[in-house]
C-alpha cells in the first residue's frame, strides 16, 4: 500500500489542523493505522493509532484530549484532527499502515507497522 500525506501547515498556538493520510490500493480497511511525528532534532515519536475498524483508538499522553484520529474505509483515508495546537507540535507527521493485529504496546512501536507516508509539515507558531 502506498499512503499519502496531507494537511500540512502554518498555524498560530491554539489553532487547528487536520491532515489526511490517502491510501492507494486495496485491502487499506485490514489495516491499522497509526500517526507519529518527528520535531526538528528530536527522535521520531508515536502520536496515535486506531484499529481496522475505527472502534479502538490510542493517542500519545501529549496530545490526549487535543488530537483526534479517525478513519473512513470507503475512501481509504485516515485523518488527525489536531486542535489547541502548541508550538512543541512542530514537527514532520507521517501515517504509517500495519499489516498485523491491533494492540497496546504494539501499535505504538514505529517498527511494527510496514508502510510509511512521505510526511507532511506542521509548523505553529506562538
Known amino acids: 500500500v502506498q499512503l499519502q500525506a496531507s494537511g500540512g501547515g502554518l498555524v498560530q498556538a491554539g489553532g487547528s489542523l487536520r491532515l489526511s493520510c490517502a491510501a492507494s490500493?486495496?485491502?487499506?480497511?485490514?489495516?491499522?493505522m497509526g500517526w507519529f511525528r518527528r520535531a526538528p532534532g528530536k527522535e521520531r515519536e508515536f502520536v496515535t493509532t486506531i484499529s481496522t475498524s475505527g472502534r479502538s483508538t490510542y493517542y500519545a499522553d501529549s496530545v490526549k484530549g487535543r488530537f483526534t484520529i479517525s478513519r473512513d474505509n470507503a475512501k481509504n483515508t485516515v485523518y488527525l484532527q489536531m486542535n489547541s495546537l502548541k508550538p512543541e507540535d512542530t514537527a514532520v507527521y507521517y501515517c504509517?499502515?500495519?499489516?498485523?493485529?491491533?494492540?497496546?504496546?504494539?501499535?505504538?512501536?514505529?517498527?511494527?507497522?510496514?508502510?510509511w507516508g512521505q510526511g507532511t509539515l506542521v509548523t505553529v507558531s506562538s
Open positions: 504509517a499502515a500495519r499489516s498485523g493485529p491491533y494492540g497496546l504496546g504494539v501499535t505504538a512501536v514505529a517498527d511494527n507497522y510496514d508502510y
Open positions: 490500493g486495496r485491502a487499506f480497511s485490514s489495516y491499522v
